[in-house]
Each structure stands twice: as C-alpha cells, then as structure tokens.
Nanobody, 118 residues
Framework: QVQLVESGGGLVQAGGSLRLSCAASGRAFSSNAMGWFRQAAGKEREFVASINGGTTSYADSVKGRFTISRDNGKNTVYLQMNSLKPEDTAVYYC?????????????WGKGTLVTVSS
C-alpha cells in the first residue's frame, strides 16, 4: 500500500549538514502528515520531526537545527539537518503520521544511516 525509500545519509563531521530525502508511493500523499524518526544503535526509535500542510513539529533535541519540508509534486519529504552533533548518529526513517505530531503508521522503509563524527 505505502512504500518509502530514504536516501541522503552519510558521514559528516560535527557542525556539518546533510539533507535526507524520502520518496513515497501511495494514494493521496499530499493529504497525509509525514514524519522522520531515528534509531541509534542499542536504543529505541524516536521521533525527530513531522509536517502536515504548513504545520511542523520537532523533537526538542533538534529544534533550531533541523527543518522538515515536502514536495508534493515529487511525493518526497526532506529533512535538512544542520549543525549536526555526534548524538544525531542514527538510522533515519520516514513514515506517515497516524496521530499528530509524533505517532507513526507502520510502513517502515530501510532507512538511511547518518554518522556524525567529532
């Protein structure tokens, strides 16, 4: 029903930037809230950011550093990550939002790995 492909991860030094992309397929993409989540090694998955129309929400840990956006014409959601910190190291996933702002549906892709070195 819903397919998600994340890309854009990589290795960066602290203070650097990356832009993640999530290509989504499925009906009525523009009508769905979308979110980014991450999971660090040995830890639980956590909410990062979400977007619904012109409204956005961010975890406290990334406020002021990350920006979520979307291009409905391309069925793609983005996460611009600036001022990266080593603690941002994780596999990042996108997912539609079931319950605003932070509860995802369960259409997980493979994710994209972000590694931030100090």
């Amino acid at each position: 029903q819903v397919q998600l492909v994340e890309s854009g991860g990589g290795l960066v030094q602290a203070g650097g930037s990356l832009r993640l992309s999530c290509a989504a397929s499925g009906r009525a993409f523009s009508s769905n809230a979308m979110g980014w989540f991450r999971q660090a090694a040995g830890k639980e998955r956590e909410f990062v950011a979400s977007i619904n129309g012109g409204t956005t929400s961010y975890a406290d840990s990334v406020k002021g550093r990350f920006t979520i956006s979307r291009d409905n014409g391309k069925n793609t959601v983005y996460l611009q990550m600036n001022s990266l910190k080593p603690e941002d190291t994780a596999v990042y996933y996108c997912n539609p939002i079931r319950n605003w702002p932070s509860i995802p549906m369960n259409f997980w892709g493979k994710g994209t790995l972000v590694t931030v070195s100090s």
